[in-house]
């Protein structure tokens, strides 16, 4: 993205185009979230959209209120992703585990987006008011359905023996969420073959069956 000049102004978007340059916005701070580079900040999403800081206001109230963007398009697209791997099997043990695969794959391959959805550069909670706070309890909340629906369903069909499937769906959430920032931030440690599996498998409480399909 080009920095905007010094004493240069960018070309303001037609009438009904102003959703265009918020999502300039929101690319401009995925951008320095995939860098890493450092804090993000209105200044800096402002010089890599090549726009004036000013010009963010119109979309967004603060830093803040971008990240959150940033955030529930991130759990949106995460949801969407798990519940194509569950499209792409044809048995309850198999969409289920192929939704933890695509939660692994998810985080594995977006490790800053993945950390900034759960706290790594952003905090929800953080200055947050009341009203605030529960909206934001929210946030994640479709992902989630997604574990929810894939062990419900493996509970009827008998392949597991879960007897509370929200709170065993919690506990794969957290299980994974585990895996998933260890293996980020403790790259050269043995993890044994069948790890995800095994997880899986344990706080799925699925039966001895088969895992993937043949």
Known sequence: MSEAQPGVRRTRNPRGEGSRLRGEILDAARELLQEGSGAVTLRAVARAAG?????????????DAVLRAVVDEAFADLARRLREAAAGASTPVGRLVAVCEGYLDFAREQPQRYRLMFGGVWDASAGADEAQRAERAGMGMDAFAVLVERLAECVEAGASTSADVPADAVALWVGLHGLADLRTTTPLFPWPEGLADSLVRSLSRLDEGPLREA
Not at 51 to 63: G, K, M, N, Q, T
């Open 51 to 63: 726009i004036s800081a000013p010009s963010i206001y119109r979309h967004f109230e603060d830093v």
